[in-house]
């Protein structure tokens, strides 16, 4: 009660000076004088702190110095006088705090973690840290990478510090309700700090401290910029009440994909999973955190919000809670972003509603085939990963959209993947060869003269990318012919592709092309020449496997009269490159008696 009468009639100018002298007592080495010291400490604040805003640096500092030295039972009270300052000064408090050094020692960490006793202050110190984590850049380049060497970026030390704190006030067990209420900033903030992070590296002077420290595995864990980020997000999600999601990236090996650079992505992709099995009510408040940072001024940022929307439309949960429109609107939007990563993964999140929402795309036919046309032509992504998408993406659609939709567009796309099929990535070779086979499925019984012009223009790769050294290519072609051989309206040449070309059964390569070549020349006779110049272009191939596997259609009767013979259109070419193995060369005796392909091993 004195302590009252005291704080109550005070002169405001011995104010500041009894409260120094009060924070010297705090390291009584007597055990009551130091309580009673503390007393009258919180005393003074609650009923006077109002007025202290302009020492609140200085009060801070001194509890912080006091804290090094007093014993272990004034640290509740040393707790409680800065949460009373806190809930009269909040931004001043949490500023002196987050000039603390980092690391934050064991009793910084005890400070930020009393802001968190009650639910509305730590609401208020949340959304604080939330500001000054965002207001100053990420990270800046080093002057190494100004003058043109390797890049190396740093860690800012604002956004950093926050990072840390947020951890700290996140992780007492009384910030439940404020995460709770701030759970779609705060993850969105979190995930948006992890990507970019990635492969930032702590400022010099801060590395230095690491390497001195007692315990530099437990700093490494705890300092590094992406590291802290991935720390703060775990400990928000389990305060949140969301630790199936936590231990589901545990098991998936989420978390260590999310700190690096080649698994960022990948990593992204498994959260969003996670969530949407395990969190389905906070995504529609996520979602519209998320779409709202869609145009951030950093490529990574972008990447991994569109990572994260993409993979949710995988799910069919966005569907039940009435997401799906204005997550495909929003996808949609990024379709022209200057980053070509945004732009694939896009194209993946659009074609992704063909597992999540099947049903939902034969509405949405026209918009989803319009931008993987549009994914095909991307004529700035030298390295076609944007087309790859567009490839694996129609793949995927095809048979759920409308056939009238499908038939508008036919012709275009299978004009557009032909050139794709002799791509330096077998991955693209793969993607862009099952694609014409699905093109073929999807018209089987209804293809038009001017798609069965392409597809017989695509049978000369597609028979000569069967001795593909890549596995996959090789799988790809056999699924292509066999869609091929309907179309073709040939029995014997669908019977053939059937009978060699089952999956998973070997093929005698030679056997199969003699048997087709003949097959070709009695019902294609008007074509030949177009194939045979074709196959021509073979003969220049890059790839040792393709030179040697060029079909050369056999000496078979036909149509043709014998100086306009297609097997001496081939004869002089074969001058100066190989044909397939196991038949006769060009233009010899053992040519002109019988069918066969061309063989480099006698001679050719």
């Known amino acids: 009660m004195r302590h009252g009468v005291i704080a109550k009639r005070l002169p405001a100018d011995q104010l500041i000076s009894l409260l120094l002298t009060m924070f010297e007592g705090l390291g009584d080495p007597d055990k009551n004088c130091s309580q009673a010291a503390s007393v009258m400490v919180n005393c003074l604040l609650q009923e006077r702190g109002s007025a202290l805003l302009e020492k609140v640096p200085e009060i801070v500092s001194v509890l912080r110095s006091k804290l090094q030295e007093t014993q272990e039972h004034i640290l509740p009270a040393t707790q409680h006088s800065v949460y009373l300052?806190?809930?009269?000064?909040?931004?001043?408090?949490?500023?002196?705090?987050?000039?603390s050094p980092l690391p934050f020692d064991s009793h910084t960490c005890m400070l930020w973690r009393a802001l968190a006793v009650e639910p509305s202050l730590a609401t208020q110190v949340l959304g604080l840290l939330l500001e000054k984590m965002g207001r100053d850049v990420p990270f800046k380049e080093s002057r190494a990478f100004l003058l043109g060497s390797t890049p190396d970026r740093v860690a800012t030390l604002l956004p950093l510090s926050a990072t840390c704190a947020l951890h700290e006030v996140v992780s007492a067990p009384a910030s439940g309700p404020a995460v709770l209420e701030l759970y779609p900033q705060?993850?969105?903030?979190?995930?948006?700090?992890?990507?970019?992070?990635v492969g930032v590296q702590l400022p010099r002077n801060l590395q230095a401290k690491e390497r001195r420290g007692t315990s530099p595995a437990q700093a490494s864990r705890n300092l590094k910029p992406c590291s802290s980020a991935v720390d703060a997000l775990q400990a928000m999600l389990l305060r949140g009440g969301s630790e199936d999601v936590m231990q589901d990236m545990?098991?998936?090996?989420g978390w260590e994909l999310l700190r690096t650079s080649a698994g960022h992505e990948e990593g992204t992709t498994r959260l969003a999973r996670a969530m949407t099995k395990y969190a389905g009510p906070r995504l529609p408040l996520v979602m519209k955190a998320l779409i709202g940072t869609q145009n951030s001024a950093y490529e990574i940022q972008r990447v991994t919000s569109t990572a994260f929307l993409a993979e949710l439309l995988s799910s069919n949960v966005v569907n039940d809670l009435m997401l799906l429109e204005s997550l495909l609107d929003s996808l949609a939007a990024r379709q022209k972003d200057s980053c070509a990563s945004?732009?694939?993964?896009?194209?993946?999140?659009?074609?992704?509603?063909?597992?999540g929402s099947p049903d939902k795309v034969r509405a949405h036919g026209p918009q989803l085939l319009t931008a993987m046309i549009s994914g095909l032509d991307d004529g700035d992504d030298p390295h076609s990963l944007v087309a790859l998408e567009a490839m694996v993406g129609l793949s995927r659609?095809?048979?759920?959209?409308?056939?009238?939709?499908l038939h508008s567009v036919l012709l275009h796309v299978a004009i557009r993947v032909r050139p794709f099929f002799d791509s330096e990535k077998m991955e693209v070779r793969t993607a862009s060869i099952r694609l014409f086979g699905h093109l073929n499925k999807a018209c089987h019984g209804d293809c038009e003269d001017v798609f069965l012009d392409q597809v017989v223009s695509g049978l000369v790769p597609l028979l000569l990318h069967l001795q593909d050294s890549q596995a996959p290519v090789a799988s790809a072609c056999r699924f292509a012919l066999h869609m091929c051989g309907p179309n073709l309206e040939?029995?014997?040449l669908s019977a053939t592709f059937q009978k060699h070309l089952q999956e998973g059964r070997g093929l005698h390569?030679?056997?199969?092309?003699?048997t087709t070549c003949k097959h070709l020349m009695r019902h294609f006779p008007d074509l030949l020449g177009r194939l045979v110049s074709t196959n021509l272009f073979y003969f220049k191939s890059n790839w040792e496997d393709i030179r040697a596997a060029p079909l050369i259609p056999p000496s078979y009767p036909s149509p043709y009269s014998p100086p306009h013979r297609v097997p001496g259109a081939a004869r002089g070419a074969q001058t100066s490159a190989p044909g397939g193995p196991g038949a006769a060369p060009c233009g010899s005796p053992a040519a002109a008696e019988g069918?066969?392909?061309?063989?480099a091993s006698k001679g050719c």
């Open 397 to 405: 659609l095809l048979p759920l959209v409308e056939p009238w939709d």
């Open 595 to 599: 069918p066969g392909p061309c063989s």
């Open 250 to 253: 545990e098991l998936e090996g």
């Open 490 to 492: 040939c029995e014997e």
């Open 509 to 514: 390569f030679g056997e199969f092309l003699n």
């Open 342 to 355: 945004v732009r694939r993964l896009v194209l993946r999140g659009l074609a992704n509603l063909a597992s």
């Open 85 to 99: 300052l806190a809930s009269q000064h909040c931004a001043a408090v949490v500023s002196s705090l987050l000039g």
């Open 186 to 197: 705060l993850f969105v903030a979190l995930l948006l700090r992890v990507s970019c992070t």
